[in-house]
């Protein structure tokens, strides 16, 4: 049974870190191209950052320089630290493994063919 387990959320003032971690059992990041998204209080799911196994990364303009996602295949968990957090951060936070290569539109927490694989989602709450 493929399962990936989040940790890392919590509340923070603004200017705060967070590093959210993502690990998974029974499936191999190595092998998928990995994300981030965020549900955030309109409920709209949105592209976070992205994080493959040569390391290359792609990222939202909105976090672009603050935040910045890896992984680590040794360990199989892919991770999101967050710098300078702003109240606009705030929101449920889910990695998932995907075969795309591209960001595209998709509904946080819903397996799809191009995103079969979730986190359970972990709260971000970023106070000002």
């Known amino acids: 049974e493929v399962q990936l387990v989040e940790s890392g959320g919590g509340s923070v003032q603004a200017g705060g870190s967070l590093r959210l971690s993502c690990t998974a059992s029974?499936?191999?990041?190595?092998?998928?191209?990995n994300y981030w998204y965020r549900q955030g209080p309109g409920d709209k799911c949105d592209f976070v950052s992205r994080?493959?196994?040569?390391?290359?990364?792609y990222y939202a303009d909105s976090v672009k320089g603050r935040f910045t996602t890896s992984q680590d295949n040794a360990k199989n968990t892919v991770y999101l630290q967050m710098n300078n957090l702003k109240p606009e951060d705030t929101a449920v936070y889910y990695c998932?493994?995907?075969?795309?290569?591209?960001?595209?539109?998709?509904?946080?927490?819903?397996?799809?063919?191009?995103?079969?694989?979730w986190g359970q989602g972990t709260r971000v709450t970023v106070s000002s």
């Open positions: 994080v493959s196994n040569g390391g290359n990364t």
């Open positions: 029974g499936f191999s990041f190595a092998t998928s191209v």
């Open positions: 998932v493994a995907s075969i795309l290569w591209t960001p595209r539109q998709t509904q946080c927490g819903v397996r799809t063919y191009d995103f079969p694989y």
